[in-house]
């Protein structure tokens, strides 16, 4: 992935606009509306430069020029007559130092003939006036032109940035406005605002900014041929939509996954557990026509499927016994739990979370407010729930506006203060908390010192009775029909526990910079939901049933490089947990967790620091951050793989499968098939079986090139994958 | 094995089973324009989870009211000038070596977990990302040569901080565990009871079949990586120089007294070690230093001994085999504790005053930098901040601090947010 800043680093200059000589002065300065963007457009407020927290040399702007007064008083009046000199203009350091006559750290920022200084010169001949107050605001961008293809490198789409004033009044900034492609693989945007295609194909968003506002287009590039034939795509909406942009963007579906690949991908999204070979067999020699449908069902009905979610949502949670304590981890995990077993809607599971009182030993879903077994504060709950329920990332907007985004400070306080009532009552129990409420308890917004309003996320302030639970009327407009933010927050992570990728990526970060790559099919996918009752199963249902989830993960010519298409399957690395379970089933041992006797299985254990290397190593989640699993393979686990006792433990345990099938009648051919349909939900072919037993034949101690046998399998990317 | 645990109810992931283990007197600029054309350098980050009592081991005050100055006395070192506490005499000893900074000042973040990540990356914490570690920063930025791992972490962290964070995983520390373990040996570089090596050859052709006959989408990170990973696992297992270099049995007795048979101790031989064979970068984390309670018992038997000793024979080790010049020690923790003993003998979280030790890599050693009041409680000179610390020890690197990381969504993020290295420090 590409920066989303192109960084303007000592020696790259933004290309000179226009011939300066022809530019017309401004007669009625706006500091805003004329200077502040060319602080953005030369550089100067990046957040390496003099946009960081700290600024730069002691001279600190706003972070891509939202605030202008505070810009303008770090410019004009916090050192009288030094960054802006009116009397003696050109000893004014905003004009010395980025045209390095003065040695500067940024470097040269642009040239004394540019527009640029011309400018700056400009506004301090005319007193460097901040402006007159009722000039008029800038209040959007519009951008042109509309989504559109690339097809051919030679061609380009030349952007147009009209800036609306609060007057009415529009002017063209396309070239004092700054782009950036978010992904200059497939698009890469020239200083003016020229797109053309970079050679990869997908969809590409456009980020400008412009006096501290920004606005965001998306254009395609496809300079593949169009396929002449392409797959009628199945009246599913899941299909639709993929189809649709797929055969835009010229890029050829992969086949259907074979029937071995369908049962063992479906057991493992499902239910997190291999199925088992007579369940394999069953299903590869059924001849029904709705086979696939059929299975989706019974999969969904059992009970694995309710600890796969709990596991899950546990992590999205955050769920942790140093957190919640071993009382807290273990009633958070049974509540879920039976939200999951009885098939809960998610507004339900939603509400129950948010609006929860007492003890959390005693009631799980209490739980949500802890943090070091106390009550998190309304800082930490915003941007909890802001990820788990919203699906923004308005952490960001804590200290600042945030940079992407029209979160603004005080949006995020107005979030925090729903959750202000919210306090802890001492328990006699030191590591337990009871949540109660103190009504009248406020947050402070660190800028005006005042208790911050609390709003509806976005919207209105919360207008109840003083004394009432600000959370409840939260839980209502969050869970209402027509909430943009839930239904789709939701939808977005269940199509990604499937599909391995968000329709936005990462999942909790939705916002208007960071587009959906299908935006049809997520708000679709989102009215499904609202539209059953928040029914995840129906949601899940719907998807694996489309032909876009049961997708082959082989690549072809034109699905090589597709990465957010799905235009085959995208392999997930299995779970340490899953993990864990699945060489447990293959090799007949289970494991055994010291005080958890409700664990059976390591996807079951509330506990997320019990300890294990081994599920340290494979990467369980540390729930101290909500992120997603790491997923590349590491040293350490690579040499877990060859090395680890587990493995072997298992395999030479006197009451495992492999001893078993040592002992008993059956024949190495028999044992052979026996463990890929365990490990790969399939036969293996000819070839692979003549290989095996030529091995097998040739060591004298059968137990032991068996063994060797299954540690290749378990090790194998085929297993370790799910594909 | 005991978990230890620090006030925030930290317990120490489990990392390990037993298995079969002076650029003297030039300024700021000539400095960095020597580092140009010196050798790589190496890295030890000797962390001390927990915080420790800056006033009872570098910052001594005993003129301080008896119930700020505590137990201990100063005793001088081979610098004149320089004192540290009297239960440090092998760091004494090697005074000369280091740059003591007591000036150093952070913020106080309400909780160990954020300030062990504010000093272990040098960025302040926020809560939906994982800053790089410093000796993850510097790898990265090194080309990795040998099937030796190029960043290693000797005994467990206790908090976060200490991996890669947003860089990925593959920039997290190869862990090797606690070398004071008997038999101990760095965990899965030798296979498991009653599998030779000839079986881990003919499993690894078992295992190269199967993966050649599976050929998917290998252009994702995901299934690129693991064949490297999986390639370099074996080259180290079966490399003679890795085995050895772990294989802290092959020091001498007299060494592995001299550095003292503790955790710590044979963690910073095995530091040493390492770095001598190429690696280059290490971080020990020794825990117990969050002495609410008993902070001077607790000191005097389970804390100061052992550090003094392998610190001590770690810094002198390093000088007489020439690799102090090139070897940029740190000591350090994540805040420093409260003036004022409390009613348990013990002492608070103190974030606004400590003290932090430097060593090689171009530091200049036998100073002082810094003072604090006579309570050992503000900062008088010099103030120190952990940005400042961050510059210091990546100038020292020869790292760029313009240096800027993405994030993989494609935030940038600057390696030190707006410090200024510590010039004394190198001249």
């Known amino acids: 992935m590409r920066p989303i800043l192109e960084l303007l680093l000592a020696v790259s200059l933004p290309v000179a606009a226009a011939d300066p000589a022809a530019y017309v002065l401004p007669k009625r300065w706006s500091f805003a509306n004329h200077i502040a963007p060319v602080l953005t457009f030369a550089g100067c407020n990046q957040s390496v430069c003099h946009g960081s927290p700290v600024g730069k040399n002691g001279f600190k702007l706003s972070l891509f020029g939202y605030e202008p007064e505070v810009d ?147 254009y395609g590039a496809s300079l593949l041929p169009l396929p002449a034939r392409f797959p009628a795509a199945p009246a599913n909406v899941v299909d639709r939509e993929v189809y649709a942009k797929l055969r835009e963007l010229g890029i050829v579906p992969a086949e259907v996954c074979s029937d071995s690949e369908f049962i063992r991908r ?101 739980n949500y407010w802890g943090n070091y077994d106390k009550i998190s504060t309304p800082i930490e709950t915003a941007i909890q729930t802001g990820q788990v329920f919203l699906g923004v990332r308005i952490g960001c907007a804590q200290c600042h506006n945030h940079p992407f985004e029209k979160w603004t400070q005080d949006d995020f306080y107005s979030l925090a203060a729903v959750f202000s009532q919210v306090v802890e009552f001492s328990t006699k129990n030191a590591q337990e908390f009871d949540l109660r409420l103190e009504p009248n308890r406020a947050v402070l917004h660190p800028v005006s010192k005042k208790a911050a309003i609390p709003r509806y996320f976005g919207g209105e302030p919360i207008d109840i009775e003083p004394g009432l639970d600000r959370r409840v009327p939260f839980a209502d407009w969050l ?95 299995m779970m340490a947990e899953v993990y864990m379970d699945a060489i447990a089933r293959i090799t007949g041992v289970s494991d055994r967790f010291k005080d958890w006797p409700e664990a059976r299985r390591a996807a079951q254990l509330p506990d997320n620091r019990y300890p294990s290397y081994f599920l340290d190593v494979f990467e369980r989640s540390n729930r101290l951050v909500i992120c997603d699993r790491e997923e590349s393979v590491t040293i350490s686990q690579a040499l877990h793989f060859v090395n680890g006792p587990e493995v072997q433990g298992k395999m030479t345990h006197p009451e495992g499968r492999l001893t078993g099938w040592v002992y008993s009648a059956r024949t190495d051919g028999e044992i052979i098939e026996e463990i890929f349909l365990s490990a790969y939900a399939r036969r293996p072919a000819p070839s692979e079986k003549d290989r095996l037993l030529t091995r097998v034949a040739k060591i004298p101690d059968r137990r032991e090139i068996l063994e060797d046998i299954v540690w290749g399998i378990v090790n194998s990317k085929e297993f370790v994958f799910n594909h | 094995m005991s978990l230890q645990f620090d006030c925030d109810g930290a317990a120490r992931r489990d990392f390990l089973r037993l298995g079969l283990l002076g650029l003297g007197g030039l300024s700021l600029p000539g400095f960095l324009s020597a580092q140009k054309k010196g050798a790589d350098k190496s890295f030890i980050f000797v962390w001390l989870a927990g915080g420790a009592p800056h006033m009872d081991m570098y910052d001594m005050k005993p003129d301080a009211p008896a119930d ?80 030796l791992p190029p960043y290693v972490g000797v005994l467990k962290p206790v908090e976060r901080g200490w991996g890669g964070g947003f860089l990925g995983a593959h920039h997290d520390p190869f862990m090797a ?35 050649d006959a599976w050929r998917r989408a290998d252009s994702e990170t995901k299934i690129a990586s693991y064949g490297p990973s999986v390639e370099q696992a074996y080259s180290m297992i079966y490399s003679k120089e890795v085995f050895d270099a772990f294989d802290i049995q092959r020091e001498p007795e ?122 050992a409680a503000e900062v008088t000179s010099d103030p120190i901040t952990v940005e400042d610390l961050s510059a210091t020890i990546f100038t020292a690197l020869g790292v760029d601090l313009h240096r800027v990381n993405h994030t993989p969504e494609g935030r940038p993020i600057a390696i030190v947010n707006g410090g200024t290295a510590v010039a004394k420090a190198f001249s």
């Open chain 2, 177 to 211: 565990g606690d070398p004071s373990e008997k038999n101990w040996r760095v965990r899965d570089l030798v296979p498991p009871p009653g599998v030779t090596l000839e079986r881990v050859a003919r499993r690894q052709e078992i295992l190269k079949e199967f993966n």
């Open chain 1, 72 to 218: 303008y008083a770090a410019l004009v009046t916090a050192v009288p007559g030094r960054r802006v000199n009116v009397g003696n203009i050109d000893e004014s350091l905003i004009l010395r130092k980025p045209t390095l006559t003065l040695e500067h750290g940024g470097g040269l920022r642009f040239r004394k003939d540019s527009r640029e200084y011309r400018l700056f010169r400009g506004w301090i001949e005319a007193g460097a006036p901040f402006g007159h107050p009722e000039a008029p605001r800038l209040t959007r961008l519009d951008v042109a032109p509309p989504y559109r293809v690339l097809r051919a490198k030679a061609r380009a789409i030349p952007m147009k940035v009209t800036a609306v004033y609060s007057d009415g009044s529009r002017e063209d900034v396309s070239g004092m406005a700054v782009y950036s492609s978010n992904d200059d693989s497939v698009l890469k945007v020239s200083p003016r605002g020229v797109v053309t295609a970079a050679g990869a194909t997908g969809d590409a968003g456009i980020m400008i900014r412009y006096a501290g506002k920004f606005a965001a287009a998306v």
């Open chain 1, 479 to 573: 869970t209402s029909k027509d909430n943009s933010y839930f239904a789709r927050a939701m939808a977005n992570v269940v199509w990604r526990n499937l599909m391995a990728r968000g329709l936005v990526q990462p999942v909790d970060d939705m916002r208007d910079t960071n587009p959906p790559t299908h935006p049809a099919l997520l708000d679709a996918l989102a009215r499904e939901l609202s539209a059953h009752n928040f029914d995840q199963k129906h949601l899940i249902r719907l998807i694996v049933n489309s032909r876009t989830y049961q997708h082959s993960s082989r690549v072809n010519e034109t699905n090589r490089l597709d990465f957010k298409y799905y235009a085959r399957s995208y392999p997930k690395r």
């Open chain 2, 68 to 147: 700020i100055r505590g137990d201990f006395k100063p005793v001088s070192t081979r610098v004149a000038g320089i004192q540290v506490c009297e239960l440090m005499p092998k760091t004494a000893l090697v005074a000369d070596k280091l740059c003591i900074l007591r000036s150093v000042t952070s913020v106080d973040l309400g909780s160990h977990e954020r300030s062990s990540r504010y000093l272990q990356t040098g960025v302040l914490p926020v809560p939906n990302m994982d800053f790089a570690s410093f000796g993850s920063v510097y790898v990265k930025e090194k080309a990795s040569r040998g099937a």
């Open chain 1, 266 to 366: 479906l057991h493992l999204d499902l239910l997190g557990v291999l199925p088992e070979p007579a369940d394999v067999r069953r299903f590869l020699a059924s001849t029904a026509r709705d086979k696939r449908a059929q299975l989706v069902e019974e999969t969904l009905a059992r009970p694995e499927y309710a600890d796969l979610q709990t596991l899950l949502w546990a992590d999205r949670l955050r769920s942790d016994s140093r957190f919640h304590r071993v009382g807290g981890v273990r009633s958070y995990f049974k509540w879920l739990r039976e939200q999951f077993a009885a098939n809960r809607p998610l507004d339900q599971i939603a509400r129950a979370l948010l609006t929860a009182s007492g003890q959390n030993f005693a009631n799980g879903e209490a």
């Open chain 2, 254 to 375: 007299k060494v592995r007294d001299a550095y003292g048979r503790t955790p710590v101790g044979q963690g910073l031989l095995l530091a040493r070690r390492l770095v001598e064979k190429g690696v280059k970068a290490v971080s020990l984390w020794m825990g117990g230093w969050d002495t609410h309670a008993n902070n001077f018992t607790s000191l005097k038997e389970k804390l100061l001994p052992p550090l003094d000793q392998g610190f001590g024979a770690l810094i002198e080790d390093l000088a007489q085999r020439g690799l102090l010049e090139n070897t940029l020690v740190v000591q350090a923790g994540e805040f420093g504790r409260t003036p004022k003993v409390n009613k348990n003998a013990g002492r608070d979280h103190w974030p606004k005053a400590f003290s932090v030790a430097l060593a090689g890599g171009g530091i200049r050693g036998g100073q002082i930098i810094g003072s604090t009041d006579r309570n």
